[in-house]
């Protein structure tokens, strides 16, 4: 069982996605296991045939139990069947039942919305895994080109039922988000996506979050507005299992951690500016967020200071093997996780704001894998959208640094001898003292307000 985060002691198997005599490789998703946090795909980290399953679906096991037992690859393993003396049935032979079909839980969930019966779909993956291609594959064959749900009366907006509970869940306005269903109607994919990429929220979602001045993107989807059921009523269990694991690890956090802080509010009016002029002929859905500058800047930071990058075990400093920036992302039934953007550094803008879209997709709907929580070697927060001004963080251990994003807001600031109005930013970081002094995180936090100041170098 692979410790998924930190403050994690157990975790439940849901399901297997293998059996024995299942060839491996390194990085096939192998089984959903849920944590405190989340369910979670968990990947395998060698190439092998399945020998033995030693852990059964539903059963709840320590972090470092044994799983499985793998044997090299081209080994004859006996199935169960074989093993029992029957003969073993060939995979492509067999009928699967309803719940031991083989894909993912992203993949599950997309067949609900669309409509698929996944036992009538073939899947292409390896070892004939059901993919999210396979089931749109499927929907789009089903669906002939009726007209679009019937909006309710006074509506006007053509959309499905799903799309409808979706966007009013999220304080989504329809006639803002492009439909892309028969006749234009809005399907619950597009409802996701306008999620992702800041669409204004309704009147009926109550006040809008605070206005942004011209060139000033929307808040990031990393903590996109909504109303999450947690903030508004009772506390689920798995909220507040969630809750309590985050205390867990922010409270050895703080006991272990000798943290220092440090902060500087900078003017990013001509940043903002440029970005507006990139987002101008953008289609919305093209268009880049503000959150993206703040990793890639936090990213080519971290190349002057490896020792802010990396983790802390066994007493001893380890820098990462990559630059793979964490990014914290609410849930909407409450808490939160910060999944990993590897490799940050080398990204484009255009590639970092397709990958933090698709982290926030997956991440709200249970599609993380293991490796992506257990991959950050420092983590970003902004909280900037919820009106805070500043941050100062907890690190997330084993990581050394964490660097959190305030609101962006209007000031008062002084320029070329002469007072304007400038737009600024606060931005904070944390870090561990066993790694770094004050000098360190000081020659970081200045690199990230310089990359910020001249995004040509982001």
Not at 217 to 227: G, I, L, R, S
């Amino acid at each position: 069982m692979p410790s998924l985060g930190s403050g994690m002691d157990v975790g439940r198997i849901l399901e297997w996605y293998v059996q024995p005599g299942d060839e491996v490789e390194r990085g096939q998703i192998v089984a959903l296991v849920e944590t405190d946090k989340a369910n979670i795909d968990v990947e395998i980290f060698t190439d092998g045939v399945i020998a033995e399953l030693l852990v059964e679906a539903g059963v709840k096991v320590p972090v470092g139990t044994p799983l499985a037992r793998l044997a090299d690859l081209g080994t004859e393993v006996a199935t169960p069947a074989a093993k029992e003396g029957q003969p073993a049935v060939e995979p492509a032979a067999e009928v699967p039942a309803p719940t031991s079909l083989v894909t993912s839980p992203i993949v599950r969930r997309l067949a609900e919305r669309t409509g698929v019966d996944l036992h009538a779909v073939h899947g292409t993956g390896r070892g004939g895994v059901i993919t999210r291609h396979d089931v749109e594959e499927a929907a789009a064959a089903q669906r002939p080109t009726p007209p679009a749900p019937a909006a309710p009366a006074g509506d006007g907006h053509r959309a499905s039922p799903y799309a409808r509970r979706l966007a009013a869940e999220r304080g989504l306005d329809l006639s803002e988000v492009a439909g892309s269903g028969p006749g234009g109607a809005v399907l619950a994919e597009d409802v996701e996506a306008a999620a992702t990429t800041g669409v204004r929220p309704s009147p009926a979602a109550g006040p809008p979050p605070a206005r942004t001045a011209p060139g000033e993107v929307a808040a990031p989807p990393a903590a996109a507005a909504t109303t999450a059921p947690a903030d508004t009523g009772p506390a689920t269990d798995r909220g507040q299992a969630m809750r309590q694991a985050i205390a867990r690890a922010m409270e050895r956090s703080n006991r272990e951690i000798p943290h220092y802080h440090l902060g500087e509010t900078i003017d990013i009016e001509s940043t903002l500016g440029w970005l507006a002029e990139v987002n101008a002929d953008r289609p919305p859905a093209e268009r880049l967020l503000s959150a993206v500058l703040f990793i890639k800047a936090t990213a080519l930071a971290l190349r002057r200071s490896s020792d802010l990058n990396g983790y802390w075990v066994d007493g001893a400093f380890h820098p990462g093997d990559g630059i793979h920036v964490g990014v914290a992302i609410n849930l909407r039934r409450g808490g939160l996780l910060a999944p990993a953007i590897r490799n940050a550094d080398e990204r484009s803008l255009d590639e970092l704001m397709a990958a933090l879209k698709d982290l926030v997709e997956r991440t709200r709907a249970g599609g993380l894998r293991g490796s992506e929580l257990t991959d950050p070697t420092i983590t970003v927060s902004n909280l900037g959208d919820s009106g805070v001004d500043t941050i100062q963080g907890v690190i997330t251990p084993p990581q050394v640094a964490f660097v959190g994003v305030g609101r962006i807001t209007p000031r008062p600031w002084a320029v070329d001898g002469m007072l304007a109005v400038r737009r600024t930013v606060y931005l904070g970081l944390s870090a561990d003292h066993r790694a770094s002094d004050g000098h360190r995180g000081a020659r970081v936090l200045t690199a990230i307000a310089d990359h910020l100041r001249r995004p040509e170098t982001l």
